[in-house]
């Protein structure tokens, strides 16, 4: 996993306790718009880094944030190839919290998605995530990939493996001392998508 993306420094939270009221800064205007830019920006710029690492080139110098950013975009794109296929990450599997550059893209358009509420054509999957047994599975439209929008996990399944663990849970359920008929509700309920 990088951990270099979320580096940021975050300031610490007042604490709470009997001879004084709990305090907590106000959001200021702006703030949530900033954290997903600083998300994302902190993401591209740590990858950048990362390819002219293992790339040896030259590194990049200090520059206000829009020409960074301008650049990071530039640099991306020309060693987006490279980035999917010959980055030692580019094997890792393809969640939000891995190191994988095709997931770090996707999860970086997925938050800006979800920011500016673009994606209405969100579906909800019926069966619990795989690795974290919560209700999180969702998938938007256009999306390849359900995610799981627990933020501590982010697993992503092709519909085939989302398929094959419903076939899984049904083949459990299936084991229960339920009846017969309260057996098949579960079954088709969980195979419906
Ligand atoms: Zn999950």
Redesign the pocket.
Known sequence: MDQRADTREVPPRAQSGHDRPFVASPPWPGEAARLVTDHIVGAMLTLEDDIRDLRRLQRRRPTAEGAAIASAVRFLSAHLDWALTERPAAAEVHDRLSANPAAQIHSWHTAAIHFTRRDTGVERYAA???????L??FRADGDDYIE???V????LLTPAEYAAHTATLAASYAAWPFNGVTRNVIARYMCAR
């Open positions: 619990p995530c795989p690795r974290c047994d919560l999180g599975l799981c929008r627990n501590t996990c982010g697993l």
